[in-house]
């Protein structure tokens, strides 16, 4: 079992810049995937950006080269580094965890969740 907390949220204006934290509790194996994915009212939750035990990231496309995941494994913390941030990346960020360490930004694909952090970009 797994507990995420995500943290970090908070309004800005576009063009402005912000940083998430995930801190996982619990079992954390040696073979494990990490994202974060957001959802926007009204819309599905997509991939925003992933990482694995061993490093490899991966985004999609309308963040790549303005966010970079990143973890801390002596801390257990999972980052997202958000820049250039757009008025179309408001949404509610959610951390999510499984026990394989192959990458997917598919929600289908993860067991277990945050509550999520707001994120509000102002134009």
């Known amino acids: 079992q797994v507990q995420l907390v995500e943290s970090g949220g908070g309004s800005v204006q576009a063009g402005g810049s912000l940083r998430l934290s995930c801190v996982a509790f619990?079992?954390?194996?040696?073979?494990?995937?990490m994202a974060w994915f957001r959802q926007a009212p009204g819309k599905e939750r997509e991939g925003v950006a992933a990482?694995?035990?061993?490093?490899?990231?991966g985004y999609a496309n309308s963040v790549q080269g303005r966010f970079t995941i990143s973890q801390d494994n002596a801390k257990n913390t999972l980052y997202l580094h958000m820049g250039n941030l757009k008025p179309e990346d408001t949404a509610m960020y959610y951390c999510?965890?499984?026990?394989?360490?192959?990458?997917?930004?598919?929600?289908?694909?993860?067991?277990?969740w945050g509550q999520g952090t707001q994120v509000t970009v102002s134009s």
């Open positions: 619990g079992s954390i194996t040696s073979w494990y995937s």
């Open positions: 990482i694995d035990n061993g490093g490899r990231t």
């Open positions: 999510a965890f499984r026990y394989t360490s192959f990458m997917s930004l598919s929600a289908n694909d993860y067991n277990y």
